[in-house]
């Protein structure tokens, strides 16, 4: 397929070229104009529904960019009083509107005339949208955006000294691949010693969007907000059933793998018994992977990386570059994390990472830029919504990525060795990260069909589910106080609830699209392209499809994937 990564912003014909939005007395004009206006013909309709796209774009944008300014720098009050003047003053408002509007499209007798193939997953969404929304769960919504963020505001904060020097616990995190072993065991305690320092105010966070969240779901007419949640992510094609067959799949078919990587580090190591702060060492003599200094030099290597894949994905970076959109190096006052943002009405999306020098950090990049090259395949689709893909899709884009590439990493190391220690690394985690994923998915289930539950019950459970995807391999003896609390450094259980399981279904797909790749590289990218190019105009079965892969959690189809990487790591 042809395609360019000379991305045009949006042009504006509803809204002025120079508008932006300071007021909702400035913005609310257009939303009434929508919800005025007569719609006469199947024409009108069409124009309508443009008209929609370019002020939900516009006002998409926006709330990106505060969002951004905001995690880049946590310290800067400005920044934080921008995004939460958004959250509480702007957007709670324009949720009635939208539902009038959902409600005008689906009782338009020019509706039924529109093509029903292309509109099939949006009006879908939209008569979701509408069964959900509850006057009195504005409020509460537009509190729980602005509450999510403090997770942010407490990691970024965090600290350690080593050496005599500050570092982010990003930064920190190079020290647990040194030689020497007492130094990693006295940066791993001091990581988790910081945490436990904010131990209490991440659990009194969390029950407070517990609870809130809990009473958006009781408004809306939901048991718990479990089961809201997953109509609100549009989980049209599975279900919690889906989700507990995956966690028995991951013991059965993943655990056995996990097992056999740690108990080969251990040999390696020449360790009697392998401790939470050896996972990332390397044996003496070998030194750790060091693919790149700086974040100019992180974000060149990967241009280099992904020209030799399709000179598209590196033309899509260097468009990034162009437009400063990147802000990748650790610092303190960022907040933790990594993402890709979209940016409807630009085109362009920003990545924005916490990178610290270390192999992992090209995981993300490679990782973000997957996503990133998502945005740029669906910017064409003439609705802002037709670019709402599914996440179970998104993640497809930027894991398969993160396979892809491999064959590529030359750019960050220039000896064989390197190359090979790096790929095993990168086969490691991709099968080490399903049992935490399956621990975080089983946790939030019973966490809100518990909403109730006193932080010791939470801490409880929470020991009891990781213990069922534990390995015995690593001896985690005496370090009780960690544990109990190594679910607080996942941001997605403050800030996006139940987006995890996600990470695991998009590895079954990208393990699929990487078996294709390893017989037919160029079939493998077209069908990668031409899946992500549908942005969410298809039902996620059907995006699955365009990519040539089935969709399928059962125990089977995981253990015949399983087995083609175990079989492809001892190739290396």
């Known amino acids: 397929m042809t395609v360019s990564a000379d991305i045009k912003k949006l042009e504006r014909v509803f809204l002025p070229k120079d508008f932006t939005i300071t007021t909702w007395e400035a913005l609310e004009p257009y939303f009434k104009n929508l919800t005025e206006r007569v719609i006469n013909s199947t024409e009108a309709l069409q124009q309508w529904l443009k008209d929609i796209s370019e002020l939900e774009a516009v006002v998409s944008e926006d709330a990106c960019w505060r969002q951004i300014k905001m995690t880049c720098d946590t310290t800067n009050p400005e920044l934080e009083e921008a995004f939460t003047f958004f959250m509480m003053e702007i957007q709670p408002k324009i949720q ?24 099939f997953t949006y009006l879908r969404s939209v008569k979701k949208n ?8 504005i409020p509460l919504q537009a509190e729980l955006s602005v509450m999510q963020q403090q997770y942010g505001n407490i990691a970024g904060k965090m600290t350690v000294e080593v050496n005599g020097k500050e570092f982010t616990l990003q930064q920190a995190g190079k020290f647990l691949e040194s030689h020497d072993r007492s130094l990693r065991e006295e940066v791993y305690r001091k990581i988790q010693e910081r945490r436990l320092q904010d131990k209490e105010a991440m659990h009194e966070l969390y029950t407070s969007l517990i609870r809130k969240r809990d009473q958006v779901a009781k408004n809306a007419g939901y048991a718990n907000y479990r089961d809201y949640k997953f109509v609100e992510l549009g989980r049209f094609d599975y279900s919690k059933e889906d989700c ?21 580090k251990k040999q390696k190591l020449g360790l009697d018994t392998l401790r939470p702060w050896d996972t990332e060492a390397e044996p003496d003599g070998i030194k750790s992977l ?25 033309d899509c970076l260097r468009k990034m570059e162009e437009l400063k959109h990147f802000d990748l190096e650790s610092r303190k006052g960022k907040a933790p994390g990594g993402y890709n943002c979209p940016l409807t009405e630009s085109g362009a999306p920003f990545i924005f990472m916490n990178a610290a020098g270390q192999m992992g950090d090209v995981t993300t990049m490679v990782h973000e830029g997957g996503h990133a090259i998502h945005s740029f395949l669906s910017h064409h689709l003439e609705l802002s919504a037709f670019k709402e893909y599914p996440m179970e899709i998104a993640e497809v884009a930027s894991m398969s990525m993160e396979l892809f590439s491999m064959n590529h990493w030359e750019s960050f ?22 049992p935490w994923i399956a621990t975080i998915d089983k946790f939030q289930h019973w966490v809100y069909e518990n909403p109730s539950h006193t932080p010791e019950e939470r801490t409880e459970k929470w020991m009891e589910i990781t213990k069922e995807f534990s390995t015995g391999a690593i001896d985690t003896s005496g370090l009780e106080a960690y544990r ?16 995890y399981i996600e990470y695991g279904i998009a590895q079954l797909g990208a393990i699929g699209l990487w078996m294709q790749y390893i017989q037919n590289p160029q079939k493998a990218l077209d069908n990668y392209m031409n899946a992500l190019s549908l942005g969410g105009t298809k039902t996620l079965p059907d995006l699955y499809a365009a990519a040539g892969l089935k969709f399928d959690l059962s125990p089977d189809h995981i253990k015949t994937l399983m087995q083609f990487v175990n079989e492809q790591m001892e190739l290396l």
Not at 244 to 264: G, R, S, T
Not at 414 to 434: P, S
Not at 488 to 496: K, N
């Open 484 to 499: 109990q609390i190594s679910w607080q450094r996942q941001l997605h259980l403050f800030e996006v609830p139940f987006y």
């Open 130 to 137: 509408i069964d959900l929304f509850r006057e009195d769960n």
């Open 413 to 434: 190391f220039d000896n064989e060795e390197d190359l090979k220690r790096a790929k095993e690394h990168q086969l490691e985690r991709t099968i080490t990260i399903f």
């Open 290 to 314: 060091h693919p790149f200094t700086t974040g100019k030099d992180l974000l060149d290597k990967s241009v280099t990386c992904f020209s030799k894949m399709h000179p598209f994905f590196a």
């Open 244 to 264: 507990f067959q995956f966690h028995e799949a991951v013991k059965l078919h993943v655990l056995p793998l996990v097992d056999k990587i740690y108990q080969q």
């Open 96 to 119: 009635p509107y939208a539902d009038v509007l959902n409600k005008k499209l689906i009782a338009s007798p020019f509706t039924e005339a529109l093509d029903h193939e292309k509109y």
